[in-house]
Structures are given as structure tokens and as C-alpha cells.
């Protein structure tokens, strides 16, 4: 067996959770003068992800700069592990550590159960308990089962949905301490190789191709047909040195294919919910367009994004001034019910959700 096979035989052990044949393997291929400097690096970057000291993690991610100079993620990745070192004469907290090392734990491919088109994949996307999957998958649900193992089953909120790109955000009552490494757009390559997991164990291997339409920009054409994909989606798709490349997805290309959304862009719409959330920390996601809701907390009855009837909690009562605030009043003829001039939705008047005459109330 080559070098270069090898490598990838670790790298699958370490995925797979089998970290002493990854270890013997990787030890022997860093001193391997078959292998270049790229990939006599790579093996020098899953070394250190072997280990929990934070010292071991540096020395090697050293080695693997030395090997591989001009390699931004190694030099962000060593910058932050320096940075998080404690300063002298600080000793960090024995506790905590023991703590992340436990959630260091947790497998990257996630089982999603219980959303609207079947099982599903997903994978942590930051140092939080964010879950990312396809919003295909996760259709109208409100909550679904999170499945980390045959024993660890978690309860999961839908806290967002992106509709147009296929995804959606899973919350968990679970922390871990670092998310997997994600390549930036620019790096992926055109005929580059990657592997798509699924929970379970499922594995499929393909190659990109070029997209040639204004989507390229979020998305990513594979060689997967979706007949072959193992669930409904939001498997990780990871390069040859374990990089987190994007989710595939069902929607396809004109040559019948499926698309993956880039991390990047997962990434991004993450820190756009996490923003939203600071602004609006008791919003709800609507499950009819993903987007966030408010009119609950005022007593109101529709989306205030897409119109679309939300479930009413009869704990907060009618507070006519913020609904008038959150849908906009207008200038059209008032409600025949309650006298609300917030507008129609379907017919429905965006206030009290009783159906209203057509042309009785303006449509906002």
C-alpha cells in the first residue's frame, strides 16, 4: 500500500473513533520520506487531534507548519492554540477540562430523527451546541430526536431555518468544545476529491465538479446522485485531510446530481442567527418559512415574515400597540372583527386570525 493510501486509512480510522491503529499509523508516516510535505504535514495535523494536551496539539501542528509552510488553517490553528494557552503561573481548571475532553468526544456525524421527510445527518458547525442539517429534512417540525450514538439520544429545538439554501439549526442541551475544521470556499477545488458520512456509518466518496450558474457562490456540485444518498440529507462532506467541506443536500444540478451547500455559507447564515438571537432572544422560528417570529409574545396569530398561522400561547395576552409595531399598520379599511389595521393574510386579518371579507382589510 502506497504512502498516500496510508494517510487515508488513518485519517478513516480517526473518523471511525479508532485512535491507537490512527496514532501507530501516523507515527510511522510523518517520518515517511515517500510522502511530501503536504501530506507529511496532514499526518502531523491528525496527530495532534489524537491528543488532549494542549502542548502535544501544538509540537505537532509545529511540525506540520514546518513541513507545510504557506498552510493557512495549520499557522490559524497554532495562532489559536497559543492564544488559548493560560498565562504563566495560571493553572487551568481541572474540572473544566476533564469536561471538554468528555464533549471533545462526541462523533461528528449527528442522527437527526423525527423531522418531516425522514432520518437525517447533521454535524456540530461551532464551539456551541448548534447541530446543522438540511431543512429539507427537517420540514414543519418543531423538535426532532438528536442521535449521538446507539445510547446518547438528545432532545433537539429547531431554532432556524434557511428555506432557500436547505438548511436549518438544530439546538442541543449540549456543548462542545470545538467544531470541526472547515475549509474556506476558495480552497475547494474543481475535481477534488471528498467523502460525504452518514450516521450510521454510512460513507460516499466523489469528486466536485464545475458549477457553471450564480449559485457557485454558496454551493457545490458533486458526483452524487441523491438515489445513492443513505437519509435525507445534511451529511458532512470532509476532504482528505478531515476538513468539513459543506452538507449535501437533495437539490441537484441540471445533470441530476446533488449540490452541497459550502460551509462557508453555513457558517455565515450561523452567525446571522446568532446576531438575530442577541436582538431578539425569545423569538420562535416559524415552521412554515424558517424565519423568526415575535407575534406570540404579543398575542398574535401569524408570521410576521411569511403570514402563516403560529401556534397561540394563550399566556401572553393581546398587546394591540406592539402588534401594530411588529406587522406595521396602514391606512386600509380596519378588520370587521377587531378593528385592526395591520392587513390581511389569505384573508385572514393578521391580528386576530379571523377570516375577513375580501377587500374589508388591506393586505400588508
Not at 491503529?21 to 502531523?44: F, M, T
Not at 438528536?146 to 442541543?172: I, N, W
Not at 372583527?337 to 374589508?360: D, I, P, Q, T
Request: aromatic residues 4%.
Amino acid at each position: 500500500m502506497s504512502a498516500q493510501n496510508e494517510l487515508r486509512q488513518a485519517i478513516e480510522l480517526m473518523q471511525d473513533g479508532q485512535a491507537a491503529p490512527a496514532v501507530d499509523l501516523l507515527n510511522r508516516l510523518v517520518e515517511c520520506a515517500e510522502l511530501d510535505g503536504k501530506g507529511r504535514a496532514a499526518a502531523y495535523v491528525w496527530l495532534a487531534e489524537s491528543g488532549e494536551d494542549r502542548a502535544f496539539k501544538i509540537r505537532c501542528l509545529e511540525r506540520a507548519l514546518e513541513q507545510d509552510p504557506d498552510n493557512r488553517q495549520i499557522q490559524q490553528g497554532l495562532q489559536q492554540l497559543m492564544a488559548a494557552r493560560p498565562p504563566p503561573g495560571q493553572l487551568p481548571a481541572l474540572g473544566a477540562d476533564r469536561q471538554r475532553a468528555a464533549l471533545d468526544e462526541a462523533p461528528p456525524v449527528i442522527g437527526i430523527v423525527g423531522g418531516l421527510n425522514g432520518p437525517a445527518s447533521g454535524v456540530f458547525v461551532d464551539d456551541g451546541s448548534l447541530i446543522a442539517t438540511t431543512s429539507y429534512a427537517i420540514g414543519s417540525a418543531e423538535r426532532v430526536t438528536v442521535t449521538l450514538d446507539t445510547e446518547r439520544h438528545l432532545a433537539g429545538q429547531v431554532v432556524r431555518r434557511f428555506p432557500p439554501y436547505d438548511l436549518a439549526l438544530v439546538d442541543v442541551p449540549l456543548r462542545i468544545a470545538r467544531g470541526p475544521t472547515a475549509v474556506p470556499a476558495s480552497m475547494i477545488a474543481e475535481n477534488s476529491a471528498f467523502i460525504a458520512l452518514g450516521y450510521g456509518g454510512a460513507r460516499l466518496r466523489g469528486a466536485f465538479a464545475q458549477l457553471n450558474s450564480v449559485r457557485a457562490r454558496h454551493w457545490l456540485r458533486t458526483t452524487i446522485p441523491p438515489v445513492q444518498m443513505p437519509d435525507a440529507g445534511g451529511n458532512p462532506l470532509f476532504d482528505e485531510n478531515g476538513q468539513l467541506l459543506g452538507l449535501l443536500t437533495r437539490n441537484v444540478d441540471g445533470a441530476g446530481n446533488a449540490l452541497a451547500l459550502k460551509i462557508s455559507q453555513v457558517l455565515a447564515l450561523t452567525s446571522q442567527w446568532r446576531r438575530d438571537r442577541r436582538l431578539m432572544p425569545d423569538a420562535r422560528c416559524c415552521v412554515t418559512c424558517g424565519a423568526l417570529t415575535r407575534s406570540w409574545q404579543f398575542g398574535g396569530c401569524h408570521c410576521e415574515t411569511c403570514g402563516a398561522a403560529q401556534r397561540i400561547d394563550s399566556d401572553f395576552p393581546r398587546q394591540a400597540d406592539k402588534l401594530a409595531a411588529l406587522y406595521g399598520e396602514d391606512d386600509g379599511p380596519p378588520c370587521t372583527h377587531c378593528g385592526a389595521r395591520v392587513g390581511a393574510y389569505e384573508n385572514r386579518c393578521l391580528r386576530c386570525g379571523r377570516s375577513v371579507a375580501r377587500g374589508s382589510v388591506a393586505r400588508n
